[in-house]
């Protein structure tokens, strides 16, 4: 089966600026993660759907994140007006239902924030 | 802040050893799971083990899992140079799942 696809895999901006990054999971998986990873750290969680439901969303920072994922399968992060510290590799993952099942992640895009 | 949290940081061992890298957490959980990430790449499952369960093995992998301790730990036996990666352990509670800061492992050849 395909893997979860992420674009683009590597984004530049300047501080301030907006970016938005694009998942598609695994077909058929009913819940989609979006994690923030610093270097050196390990995966925060920052949003988790369930189909289209959020179920998680303690730790975005809803000022500036915002998130969706429509009909349950695609779903877009975006970021307005991005800060220095959110230079970081931005991972989406998917699995079958809900934190019981294994996740799969995909390759992640690499934010720099200049 | 992080339910896992991974020991030690930094693990190097000679290709054929094994290594041992350990997982502690606070609150009560559903499973924990453990996942492998080469650099600059994406997190992949390694194994899964439930709070009912003690010990798994898969392949070179065993996982075993103290709930009274509050601690799981990963041994990977006769290690290669493909198993240097980052390794993170994953808690799920409550239908949260929160990863450690991971353990960095050197298998030199």
């Known amino acids: 089966e395909a893997g979860v696809a992420q674009s683009p895999r590597y984004k530049i901006i300047e501080k301030r600026q907006s970016v938005a990054f694009w998942c598609n999971p695994i077909?058929?998986?009913?819940?989609l993660y979006w994690y923030q990873q610093i270097l050196g750290q390990g995966p925060k969680l920052l949003i988790q759907?369930?189909?289209?439901?959020?179920?998680?969303d303690s730790q975005l920072p809803k000022d500036r994140f915002s998130a969706e994922r429509l009909k349950g399968v695609d779903s877009t992060l975006k970021i307005q007006p991005a800060k220095l510290e959110d230079s970081a590799v931005y991972l989406c993952?998917?699995?079958?239902?809900?934190?019981?099942?294994?996740?799969?992640f995909g390759p992640g895009t690499r934010l720099t924030v200049t | 802040s992080q339910q896992g949290e991974e020991d030690p940081q930094a693990l190097s061992i000679q290709e054929g050893e094994n290594a041992t890298m350990n997982c502690s957490y606070k609150?009560?959980?559903?499973?924990l799971q453990w996942y492998r990430q080469n650099s600059g790449r994406g997190l992949v499952h390694l194994i899964l083990?439930?709070?009912?369960?003690r010990e798994k093995h898969s392949g070179r992998l065993r996982v075993t899992l103290d709930t009274s301790k509050k601690s799981s730990s990963l041994l990977i036996t006769a290690s290669r140079a493909a198993d240097t990666a980052s390794y993170f352990c994953?808690?799920?509670?409550?239908?949260?799942?929160?990863f450690g800061d991971g353990t960095t492992l050197t298998v030199k050849p």
């Open positions: 759907f369930q189909n289209n439901g959020v179920v998680d």
């Open positions: 993952a998917s699995s079958r239902a809900d934190t019981s099942y294994e996740q799969y």
């Open positions: 083990i439930r709070s009912n369960e």
């Open positions: 994953a808690t799920d509670g409550a239908g949260k799942s929160t």
């Open positions: 077909s058929g998986h009913a819940t």
């Open positions: 609150t009560s959980i559903n499973n």
